[in-house]
């Protein structure tokens, strides 16, 4: 079991270290090609779409993956979870389509961009078919990280390759697009033709039951999402694309480096939900926490330097956006790593949904509080707040039920 979970941390670092490094090679050369306006027009866009990403997956990603794991052992049940899964995401697939054509169709500050929205809207198709949580359910990462590799490096060529100018912003985002739904097809060929997995009928009943039960997750990423996506989203309404060009410039990289720890949260929970052993577990913690408080406060001291390499002029004041987010990381790792993997995968999903519910409530009451005066790094200053109440949450369900302590 440790071998298995020593190969599936070696495929996911692999795989973040190609999803931190290629989006750095990429995001200068955007950045100067399509310039800042445009640029923040991109990140709007995607902050969108990624609002209807997680309405798709409704926590059907969080809910089947530790059923999957569960059920790892039993083809009948595997056919029947993914058939349901599969379902329900084309369905509210179709469902956003449909709201997001009428949206900026009719809404002004959406129409300016309707078909950079539309292409961007590829992704969901392309994690819809990635079908992640089956493959992080049966422990079998390689596959994961073989196919987000083929997808960044087909993004990456054709980008250098194609993007030359401001013009080419919607060109941007259908490459992007284009690289999702071809790992998602490749994705069900592969469970389809090599793990013979077949997609079967699935009786009503059991379609609202797997609803209901997937829906404390969908909450859970509702929450999180008001304090994460939902920045930029805002800063792009009130404050126009080029604010929300600098602030989520600074964000993509906090986000890349919390990538780096992505790993260890995606193959510790399907691994603690079915063993429920965390020995091993707690001494990686302790390296990681050390690793990331040396991360943070390199990135701290080297945010003037590492802003003007990746995004050059006119994102001075990204600089100050990712000096408070390197604070946040000092907490906000040791937070994601006694979510799901520790508290969700020892059966404890109540309590780490709703570490992020009460937070998230506050957040959206601050945001709207300080509209009338907002700037980037008041959001910045908001994302902190929240994210400590988040930590601060779990960490006192983790001591009163004791998970550290065997």
Not at 158 to 176: G, R
Not at 178 to 204: N, Q
Not at 343 to 351: A, C, F, I
Not at 380 to 401: D, G, N, P, S
């Amino acid at each position: 079991m440790k071998n298995k979970l020593v190969e599936n941390f070696s495929a996911l670092t692999i795989m973040q270290l190609l999803n931190y490094a290629l989006p750095f090679i990429i995001l200068p050369y955007l950045v100067r090609v399509l310039g800042m306006e445009n640029y923040g027009a991109y990140l709007f866009s995607q902050a969108l779409i990624t609002y209807f990403m997680i309405f798709v997956d409704f926590g059907f990603d969080l809910y089947a993956t530790r059923q999957v794991s569960i059920n790892r052992e039993n083809k009948i049940k595997l056919e029947k979870i993914i058939s349901t899964v599969f379902t329900w995401k084309i369905i509210f697939a179709m469902i956003s389509l449909v709201i997001v054509i009428i949206i900026t169709t009719f809404i002004p500050v959406f129409r300016e961009y309707q078909l950079l929205h539309l292409l961007n809207f590829g992704i969901i198709f392309g994690t819809l078919l990635f079908a992640n949580f089956y493959y992080q359910g049966i422990e079998q990462m390689k596959y994961i990280t073989i196919l987000n590799a083929c997808a960044k490096l087909f993004f990456t060529f054709l980008i250098f390759i194609m993007v030359k100018n401001e013009d080419d912003l919607v060109l941007t985002a259908l490459i992007n697009s284009g690289g999702y739904i071809l790992v998602g097809i490749i994705s069900v060929w592969i469970i389809y033709k090599k793990h013979e997995i077949r997609f079967v009928k699935v009786s009503k009943s059991y379609l609202l039951k797997t609803l209901k039960e997937s829906a404390p997750f969908f909450w859970s990423r509702v929450a999180v999402s008001t304090y994460t996506v939902s920045n930029t989203f805002v800063i792009g309404l009130v404050l126009g694309n080029t604010a929300a060009g600098i602030f989520g410039s600074a964000d993509k990289i906090f986000r890349g480096i919390l990538s780096l720890y992505a790993p260890l949260n995606t193959v510790f929970y399907p691994y603690i939900a079915h063993q429920k052993n965390v020995t091993l577990y707690k001494k990686v913690m302790k390296i990681a926490i050390a690793l990331n408080i040396l991360i943070a406060i390199g990135v701290f001291i080297a945010a003037e330097w590492t802003i003007q390499i990746i995004f050059g002029e006119g994102f001075e004041e990204s600089v100050t956006v990712l000096r408070i987010l390197c604070i946040i990381l000092l907490y906000i790792m040791p937070s994601i790593l006694i979510g799901y993997p520790l508290l969700g995968g020892m059966g404890y999903t109540k309590e780490v949904n709703l570490s992020v519910v009460y937070p998230s409530i506050l957040h959206v009451i601050m945001l709207v509080i300080t509209i009338p005066f907002l700037s980037v790094s008041i959001v910045a200053m908001l994302v902190l707040v929240t994210e400590l109440l988040v930590f601060i949450y779990r960490y006192y369900y983790v001591k009163k039920y004791k998970l550290l302590m065997n």
